[in-house]
Structures are given as C-alpha cells and as structure tokens.
C-alpha cells in the first residue's frame, strides 16, 4: 500500500468488486454491459489462469482511479508463456494529472513480477499509448501488427441527419438485396465442394483436435483450449455465438461472433477468426457467412481486428472490410525476454483483449 497526497494506491479484493466495478461504470458513456460487475469478476477473480488484480487510488474509501491485470496464456514459437494484460485503466477528471495512471500501472508491473508473469501487454487508446511508451517503459511489438477494420453495411453510417433518413431506407433496401444477391453464388460453390457451415452455441466436440493443429501453425497465439473457450465465452451472461465451418466432418474454421446493441443500433463484433490451413476459400465462406449473419441481425457494420498483411486480412479487404486504424498493441517484459520481432505467423484478436 502507498500513500500519495491524501490517496492511497492499494490492491482491492474481492469484497470490493462491486465498489470497483461501479466506478469503471461511471466513467464510461458505453454500453451498460462495459464494468458489469459479473464480467469483471470473472476475468479477475475466476480467471482459470490465475486470480488476477485490480489496483485502486483510493481516497476517503471513494475509488478515484483504477487498473487491472487479467492473468493470460500465450504460445510464442510452441512455449507456453505466463503473461498478463493491463486494462481498466481511468481516473476520475477531478484527480488527473496528479500521477495516478503512473503508480497504478507501476502497481500492476509489480504484482506481474511478484507472480512471475513474463510480460504485462495492453491494447490502449492512442493518448494511453503515448504514456505507456514515453514514460512507463513499454514498447510496441513490430512483429504483431493489428488492424481495426469494418465492413459498412448500412448508409447510415455515413448520412445519420434526420433530413437524409428517407433516402437511407430506400439506400439500405437497396445495399440488401446487392448484397444478397452477391453473396448467393457462394453457398452454390461451397455446397458442391462440400463444405458446411454450422451455427451453434456449444464448443465443437472435436476441438482439441482443431486446437492441435492451430497450434503449428501460429508462432504467436494466445491460448485457445477449452476451459479458456468455456470461461470466455461459454460461461458469461453475453451471447456470443459460434460458427463452423466443416467438410466430411472435419473442422477447418471457426468463428466467434456477439451482436452490440447501442442506441438503437446494431453493430456485429467478430471476436474470433480461426483456420487450420489458412485457405482463402476456408476464409471467404466463412466471412461470406458473417455477413449473412450480420444482414439477419439488421446491423449497421461488422468490425474485427485482423494481422497486418495476413492472409485474413487480404480476405477481408476483398470482402469490402475497410481498415481503419491500427490498435496498438504495447508491452512491457515483467519476468521474461522481449517478445521476438521476426514473427511470421502471429495471430491476435479481440478475443486476446476485453474489448469485445
């Protein structure tokens, strides 16, 4: 515990989740779920990794800022490497600029080297990034570069004035049926190639399997076995769904995917993007089915983080994905080496952040 100006800088348990979880929730002007006392205890507290730490500036038992370190599995070239990802990291406006982002972030370094996590990493916002990297010792990783990107399904993204709105109905009865229309041919192709695409809500019975071979393939993943899949995304309250992509019974994609609803609008996260050969075939039935998806759902986009030059990426962009920015991607080594430049099959997604 330290002491700095009348404001402690302490670790808070479990007894005070809910305090803790009710000051994220007042920071924020986004989606009520964000903070949700139950998604934030079970990525600290029930994290099957290891129980995980939230950090606090507390003065007079008000919470005023706060961090946390949610314990992660990576495979970096096949070896199982123990790490953490820093997050939740606010300060109430009256209580900045008084060096509370620096203690917290340098608490959490410290509960990472004390429980011999091998680096701390982080996806922040472009002004966090900035303090991250010129003041607190992390470093960007040029080997991992990801990308935002979307895909606009509706007109209304782009004309949201009450005097337009008219003109976005017949615009988007009209991005529908091309869409539609285009998208048809392909479950011609695929069935005569005898693929099959399965939408669930269950891990595949075969995933182990599945996982195995993921594994050679990526010299860079976070972990993806099945008590991972379980906690985080089979045993939370937000309906993530998967989807399948199989021939003669073998899987060969996977996806996972949650709709946002938001001020009346609908917006499709992919969460996961998985492939075991890395096929663009594999790759287009399965976006070509997300976007299916995404019309049925009436949303307004779908958005995904993809590898930079990857082989989803390119397929993204031929399915009309738009790359809007890069989510920087910073660490900082707590008990281990640096993170290799020379990457050559990372894979990174939302579903390695709490972002989605």
Known sequence: MTKMLGITIQEIGIKDVAKASAFLRSQLDR????????????????????????????????????ATVAPKTIFI?????????????????????????????????????????????????????KAYTKHLGFTTTPGIQVVYSILPLRSRIFFATRQLQPFTRVADALIGLIVNLALKPSKIIRVILGYQILNTET?????????????????????????????????RHIDYRFVELRKAGQLFCFSVYRAFHEKGRTRIAVVDFLTIKNKKTHILFMGIELIKIALKHEADSIYMWTIAKSQLFRCTRFLGFV??????????????????????????????????
């Open 31 to 66: 989606s009520a779920e964000y903070g949700d006392i139950d998604t934030f205890f079970d990525k600290i507290f029930n994290n099957p990794n290891h129980i995980g730490s939230i950090a606090a500036a507390v003065e007079e038992d008000r919470i005023v800022s706060s």
């Open 77 to 129: 070239r096949g070896k199982r490497v123990a790490c953490c990802e820093i997050g939740d990291t606010y300060t109430d406006p009256d209580f900045q600029k008084r060096g509370l982002f620096t203690a917290l972030v340098n608490k959490c370094m410290e509960w990472a080297t004390e429980h011999r996590q091998s680096f701390v990493y982080g996806t922040p916002n472009a002004l966090s990034k």
């Open 323 to 356: 790359p809007r920015s890069e989510v920087p991607l910073i660490y900082k080594p707590a008990m281990g080496s640096a993170i290799p430049d020379d990457l050559k099959t990372p894979h990174f997604s939302l579903a390695d952040s709490d972002c989605a």
């Open 203 to 235: 891990i595949p019975a075969d995933w182990e399997t599945f996982y195995a071979e993921l594994l050679t393939r990526h010299d860079f993943i976070g972990d993806r076995d099945r008590q991972f899949l379980e906690w985080r995304f089979a045993h």
